[in-house]
């Protein structure tokens, strides 16, 4: 799929002192790309104020930079990205940590198949300049481009992107532009003013392809069968690029959506007394946990019954089932092993016995 535009919108909130930089609300798809600009002012040449970000969708935000025209102009934005969690009327809380004059709050978003951020730049000009460059930004193909400005003086809006950009909504003192584009190399954003301006200006580069999974902890050490019989092991499994569904009757969306996320992952053998008998057909969904949007653990219970013969190559496949956006299956990575046992271990007898109900005197 394409990256393409689809809607846009500004609230113009205030111009007296305030905290409420919340956008106005806005349709959005589960898994559409939503980028919010803040734009604020009277901090003064130093001003640290921040912003935090949150929706009503519960969207996993992520504010990747700030920028500020550092003079007398204080021309300051707020840029942060989300991935919309669902599908719904969306509105954007956006907070001062303290009060400022002159607040907007905007909103672009653009259909997509699920994206990164690969990029971002920024710039600025504490002066008035009829121009305006934004920061630089490498691009492949198809990539998309977004470039978010907060200027000081209305006269000078509209802001005229060049470098075959399109503004995707008119507003005054914060402005978006973006385009997608052909071929590879670096990109910096120009335009002009419509009388010079001091400005600051954020630019980000999405890469659009299917989300990744990397699996981590204790699990994917070195470990043998007596760890599966003993339990306790971790599979940390991180999502970039997609959220996890909400709880729902089980740790991640349905029962049935967290059993398809523990049948994914798959031995490439299948001895009788294997993992996929033994301790992926009798893991319990109440052994994974939503950790965070992105992260879920998995802590493998004790299964006695787990008997190899030698080494098993094990394989998670993340299902759409129990993801936001839900491109498509991702193969985790990497895959991890469990080692056989060697005959005659200490461990290895004390199984035996247990399995056994102890030694006949």
């Known amino acids: 799929m394409t990256i393409s535009f689809s809607s846009a919108n500004t609230r113009n909130i205030s111009n007296v002192n305030g905290t409420d930089l919340n956008s106005n609300g806005v349709s959005v798809t589960a898994g559409q790309l939503v980028v919010y600009v803040g734009r604020w002012e009277a901090g003064g040449s130093s001003d640290a104020a921040t912003v935090s970000v949150s929706d009503n969708l519960s969207s996993t935000w992520d504010t990747v930079r700030y920028e500020r025209t550092a003079s007398s102009e204080d021309s300051n934005i707020a840029v942060s990205w989300a991935l919309a969690a669902s599908t719904g009327t969306m509105t954007?809380?956006?907070?001062?940590s303290a009060g400022r004059e002159y607040r907007r709050a905007q909103l672009t978003i653009y259909d997509t198949s699920g994206v990164?951020?690969?990029?971002?730049?920024?710039?600025?000009?504490?002066?008035?300049?009829?121009?305006?460059?934004?920061?630089?930004v490498d691009y492949?193909?198809?990539?998309?481009?977004?470039?978010?400005?907060?200027n000081y003086n209305s006269s000078s809006d509209p802001g005229v992107a060049s470098s075959g950009m399109t503004e995707?909504?008119?507003?005054?003192?914060v402005h978006t532009f973006y385009r997608v584009m052909s071929g590879s190399g670096t990109f910096s954003p120009v335009g002009d003013w419509a009388s010079d301006d001091s400005y600051a200006v954020v630019s980000l580069l999405f890469t659009e392809g299917g989300a990744t999974a990397a699996i981590t902890g204790t699990a994917t050490a070195t470990i043998n069968e007596d760890d599966i019989v003993t339990g306790g092991k971790t599979l940390i499994i991180t999502i970039t690029g997609d959220t996890w569904k909400a709880a729902g009757t089980g740790p991640i969306g349905s029962t049935a959506d967290t059993q398809a996320l523990i049948d994914g992952f798959d031995a490439a053998s299948s001895p009788t007394?294997?993992?996929?008998?033994?301790?992926?057909d009798k893991a319990l969904t109440s052994e994974v946990v939503r950790t965070s949007d992105t992260v879920a653990t998995w802590t493998i219970a004790a299964q006695s019954g787990y008997d190899i013969t030698s080494q098993e190559v094990i394989t998670g496949t993340i299902p759409t089932d129990v993801l936001v956006t839900g491109a498509g299956a991702i193969t985790a990575t990497p895959t991890f092993t469990i080692d056989q046992?060697?005959?005659?271990?200490?461990?290895?007898?004390?199984?035996?016995?247990?399995?056994?109900?102890?030694?006949?005197?």
């Open 92 to 96: 954007v809380t956006g907070t001062l």
């Open 116 to 136: 990164t951020l690969a990029d971002n730049d920024i710039a600025t000009s504490p002066t008035n300049s009829s121009t305006w460059t934004g920061g630089s």
């Open 140 to 150: 492949t193909d198809g990539d998309l481009t977004v470039c978010c400005l907060g």
């Open 168 to 173: 995707g909504t008119s507003g005054t003192l």
């Open 273 to 280: 007394n294997g993992w996929n008998n033994e301790v992926r």
């Open 341 to 361: 046992v060697a005959a005659g271990s200490l461990l290895l007898l004390n199984r035996s016995i247990a399995n056994y109900g102890g030694i006949r005197q």
